[in-house]
């Protein structure tokens, strides 16, 4: 049984389509999260859920919207794609918040997401 | 804004050596330090979390030292095997998780 899955592994589209990825997670954490990471290899946040609240929103254009149905889905829809989007976006997930707990966040297998 | 930084950005040793892994923060205010591993075209794996209360936490081969004062923590891999071969992450948290950019390390048979 896979903790945290994604759907698709793999999207390749046109600048300008509208697209979304989907997350999902089977521990029963309270918490999730969007990571983004570049060519470069660098990973950073880009949304936290927790109950299905925003707690946290980094400087992300507000072409991505996330959206939490309920505690285990967390999907991102993206608007008006650009080259720049092209990376690999991870969905993760913990039993709290991340501030100031201990709990492990377990990430799932990552979505490339490739703009032409 | 907190930055991490990991050193080095790529390592290769001869299977059996000791690997050495270091990432330094900038804002010592952090509630733990976390390590992950990432194999190539997968996610991440958390490996150790200490908090920072902590110096020290171990799990088999691995043990990672926190000093907080100084904004440096250290991942040590005994006897490495082929099977270390990956990317490890270094990750402080305050209110979030911010990531070092990895050192990719490779062990050779």
């Known amino acids: 049984d896979t903790a945290v899955s994604q759907t698709p592994k793999y999207l390749v589209t046109q600048m300008g389509n509208d697209k979304s990825i989907k997350c999902e997670q089977n521990l029963g954490h309270d918490t999730m999260y969007w990571y983004k990471q570049d060519s470069k290899k660098f990973l950073k946040i880009m949304f936290s859920y927790n109950n299905k609240e925003l707690i946290i929103n980094e400087t992300v254009p507000n072409r991505f919207s996330p959206k939490s149905p309920d505690k285990a889905h967390l999907n991102l829809h993206i608007n008006s794609l650009e080259l720049g989007d092209s990376a690999v976006y991870f969905c993760?997930?913990?039993?709290?918040?991340?501030?100031?707990?201990?709990?492990?966040?377990?990430f799932g297998p990552g979505t490339r997401l490739t703009v032409l | 804004k907190q930055e991490v930084t990991q050193i080095p950005a790529a390592l290769s040793v001869p299977e059996g050596e000791n690997l050495v892994l270091n990432c330094s923060f900038t804002d010592s205010a952090i509630y733990n330090l976390q390590w992950f591993r990432q194999d190539p075209g997968k996610g991440l794996t958390s490996l150790l979390l200490i908090q920072s209360s902590q110096r020290e936490q171990t799990s088999g081969r691995l043990n990672a030292s926190l000093d907080k004062s100084s904004g440096r923590s250290t991942l040590y891999i005994a006897a490495s095997q082929p099977g270390d071969s990956a990317t490890y992450l270094c990750?402080?948290?305050?209110?979030?998780?911010?990531f070092g950019a990895g050192t990719t390390v490779t062990v050779r048979a």
């Open positions: 990750a402080s948290n305050d209110y979030k998780l911010s």
């Open positions: 993760a997930s913990s039993q709290g918040a991340s501030g100031g707990n201990t709990d492990t966040q377990y």
